[in-house]
């Protein structure tokens, strides 16, 4: 039987330099080919909102649906690490966030709970860690304050978004937080914090220098109405779907992928 990757384990690929190919997974399906392909964490995303369910935004999304979802990829899956995003209005409070983290620790079958956001959600995290579950940030494009954000927008672009996402993250992992998604920043800006901190940075929309690289699974195999730039059809070229995995974490790990038309400046 197949070792779980654990949280330590991310920690020593950051130092060894290897990367770590994430991809999302919502159902056992996929979850069986991304193991079998070698994908090192699947990520239960919150995207599902619109990717399964239809929606413009990830704003409907409920405990509940995540669950449902993160138990069908772990009840299939043994060596990767899960990560299920807390969906919107789940960490209200530091007691709301831990009881919801909780239940997708034990009823989903998570292995890390993920929230977005950096100040105000410290007291969260620090309630979730301290209860001995392990935690991933997310900072840049943060999809649940999509109406605060005003759209799907690179973040990071003016100096003093730049320094306030630095210490953001830095308390973000001084509170405990074992890993951190950059989602649409420049990529220079990706690789200034990713040096600066111990814990890896796993990007989309993010350059070639985080630690580790996302995407979601449906927008790599070419099956979104509308590509984002940063992404890559990784079924173009493949003959199916396990192929296309597999070609998404050889490109992520020897650094073929992303290229430089991938990322922001
Ligand atoms: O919900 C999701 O799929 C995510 C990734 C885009 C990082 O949070």
Known sequence: MAKTLRTHDLISMKQAGEKIACLTSYDASFARLQEEAGVDVLLVGDSLGMVLQGATTTLQVNIYDMIYHTSMVSRVCQRPLIITD?????????????????????????????????????????????????????????????????????????????????????????AGIKALVFECIPSPVAKMITDELSIPTIGIGAGVDCDGQVLVAQDMLGMSQKQPVFCKDFLSGNDSILAAFKAYVTSVKDKSFPEKEHGFD
């Open 86 to 174: 807390m969906p919107f209005m789940s960490y209200q409070s530091a007691a709301q966030a831990l009881g919801n983290a909780g239940r997708l620790i034990a009823e989903g079958g998570a292995h890390m709970v993920k929230l977005e956001g950096g100040k105000p959600v410290l007291a969260a995290i620090e309630k979730i860690v301290a209860n001995g579950i392990p935690v991933c940030g997310h900072l840049g494009l943060t999809p649940q304050s999509i109406h605060e954000l005003g759209g799907y927008k690179v973040q990071g672009k003016t100096e003093e978004s730049v320094k306030k996402m630095l210490n953001e993250a830095k308390m973000l992992e001084q």
